[in-house]
C-alpha cells in the first residue's frame, strides 16, 4: 500500500526545519509535531539567535503544539526530530506524555551515550530512531566541518 | 561574621515566588537566580497558566537570567529553587554551565528517585540540597492537600 505520510514523509519536514537552522548558523536540528498525519508544530534550533540554551527545537515545538491543541499535553502526538533528544528534551517529553518520538541520527557524544535516556522518557513514549539518519547525520557533519574552518 | 546574603536569604527569594505560584492555582515552586549576590531573575512555575509543560520556574528563570547578562552561560550564577530540578530543568542547567544550584525540598517521587540526578547535572555545577527543606515542602504539600478537597 502507497503510504504518502510516512515517517520519512515527516523527517523530511524536520529536515527541512534543520535546514532554516543551518541558513541562520545554527546547530542544523529540526524537528515537527505531528497530530492525526498532520504537522501542528515547526521549530528549528534557535540557541543563537536567541541567546537561549533551552530554545532547542524540541522544546518550541512542544510549546507550538500543546498552544495549537490548546491542551497542555500530546498524548496524541509524534514528534519527529533530525538529532536523538537531550536529557532537557527528553524531560520535556515526558511531561508533555508524547505517544511517539522518531529522531534521525543517534546522538554518539560520550555523555549522552553514558546516560541511560530510556529511563528518562515517558514509559508510555514509543522511541524509534535512524529515520533518514545519514540525512541527518550529514547536515550536522557538514556544519561542524565549516565551522572548524 | 554577619552574612546578610546567604543560602537562606536567597531560598527566601525563590519562596516567595513559590509563594506567587500557589496564590494562581500553580503547583508552587519558586526560582530566583543570583549573580555576584545579586538575584538577576525571578520565576514560578506558569504550566497552568501559560497552558504549556515546560513552564517550569527554572527553565523560565535561565531564559530570563541569560537575557538579563547578555551570555547564553550562567557560569558564575547560582540557582536557587525550592523543589530539586527534575530531569527537563537538570537538562537545561547543564547547557547553562550553572556554578551551582541550591534546592529546598528533595523530590522524593519514585521515578525521580530511581534517576541517578548528578549524572544528568554539568560536572561543573555543585549541588546543595535541603536549605529551607521544611518551608519548600510544606508549601507543596498545602497545596495538595487543598487541591484533593
Redesign the interface.
Known sequence: MIQPFDDNYFMKQALNEANLAFNKGEIPIGAVVVHEFRVIARAHNL??TL????AHAE?QA??AA??FL????LKECTLYVTLEP???????S???QLKKIVFGAKDERPRQE??NKR??FHPKTEILGNIMEDDCKDLLQIFFEERRK
Not at 541567546?51 to 533551552?54: E, K, L, P, R
Not at 490548546?70 to 499535553?73: R, S
Not at 537531550?86 to 520535556?92: K, S
Open positions: 540557541t543563537e541567546n537561549d540554551v533551552t522544546m512542544f510549546t500543546a498552544d490548546g491542551g497542555k499535553y537531550c536529557v532537557m528534551c527528553a524531560g520535556a515526558y511531561w508533555t553514558a546516560i529511563q528518562l
